[in-house]
């Protein structure tokens, strides 16, 4: 399986322009469940702010991995 992002549907995803087969998929997809897994548990009531102040720290490392992804695979892309 293979996704194309393209300009008309995704015009301000970092992701247009790529193609992604079913792993570079796979991985942005465990990116995002955890992510959200993390931003559910964060919205409880009963989540202490040490754990709320971890879920933020989680989430950002979350999102530097799928930013540098993102920019390996522009970069192979390119080359």
């Not at 702010?49 to 979350?62: F, K, N, V």
Request: charged share 30%; proline share 3%; hydrophobic share 40%.
């Amino acid at each position: 399986m293979t996704v194309i992002f393209s300009g008309s549907c995704y015009p301000h995803s970092t992701l247009r322009g790529l193609k992604l087969d079913y792993l570079k998929t796979a991985m942005l997809l465990s990116i995002a469940r955890l992510h959200c897994k993390l931003a559910i548990e964060h919205g409880k009531v009963g989540t202490m702010p040490e754990r709320r102040r971890q879920i933020i720290e989680e989430i950002q490392s979350l999102r530097a991995m799928r930013d540098d992804l993102i920019a390996e695979w522009r970069k192979d892309v390119k080359n």
